[in-house]
């Protein structure tokens, strides 16, 4: 996946990128604002993540997908952008995330707190339907965040962030194993999540949500 969206996105946004990477600014994290702010909605998002698949583990029970991945994944994964915030001596705008199930569903960020609440209440109305949208907001998730994470969340782009701000723009090492690992993560959850879907859908006829159709069917092997 990283080889795909580097690929297909890499000519169209070299230039934004060069000129996001000249404005940077030194903050006292040792991150410019830029990465700073990624970080901490890497933080949230991947808060999101967990938060709705937990939800979602305890409206579908039967459903093991969303359990299984809520705790053996995007549990470590919040925990591991926890970890990066503290770092870069960046507040964590979540600390007591881990206070479970009370924090499910709260977001308290300054900057973005307000979008993930959105977010999580839109997500967790769609998959009430039926446990079919509810893999469905899954695999939408799973598309989402490897866009977040590689390229630059919309929100952040409509906040006048460079429309490169994460893992293509960042030059600090530790975020680009960190967020390299969340992509790898990604991947694995949305096949996860298509095989559950095409097992009522019939197989290959998963269409992709948010990123292109070539770039999930590179992912799903095909």
Not at 69 to 91: C, G, P, V, Y
Not at 139 to 155: G, R, S, T, Y
Not at 160 to 172: F, I, Q, W
Request: aromatic share 10%; proline share 3%; with cysteine.
């Amino acid at each position: 996946m990283k080889k795909v969206l580097y690929t297909a996105l890499l000519a169209a946004l070299s230039l934004n990128s060069m000129e996001a990477f000249a404005d940077k600014k030194s903050t006292s994290s040792g991150l410019d604002r830029v990465e700073a702010s990624h970080l901490t909605f890497m933080r949230e998002e991947e808060k999101l993540a967990r938060d709705v698949y937990l939800t979602l583990a305890e409206m579908y029970p039967e459903q093991s997908v969303f359990n299984q991945i809520a705790t053996q994944s995007e549990q470590t994964h919040t925990d591991t952008m926890r970890d990066k915030l503290a770092q870069f001596n960046l507040t964590d705008p979540n600390p007591d995330a881990n206070n479970l199930p009370e924090e499910i569903g709260q977001f308290y960020g300054e900057e973005w707190g307000w979008y993930f609440k959105e977010k999580f209440d839109a997500l967790i109305s769609k998959a009430t339907e039926s446990e079919l949208s509810a893999l469905y907001v899954g695999a939408f998730i799973e598309e989402l965040d490897m866009n977040d994470i590689v390229v630059c969340p919309e929100v952040m782009r409509e906040s006048n962030y460079p429309k490169v701000c994460g893992l293509e723009y960042t030059d600090e090492s530790a975020l680009i194993n960190a967020y390299s690992s969340l992509v790898d993560g990604s991947e694995y959850h949305l096949r996860a999540y298509v095989g559950q879907i095409e097992a009522v859908i019939g197989e290959g006829n998963y269409q992709a949500q948010y990123l292109s159709q070539e770039e999930v069917d590179t992912i799903l092997g095909r």
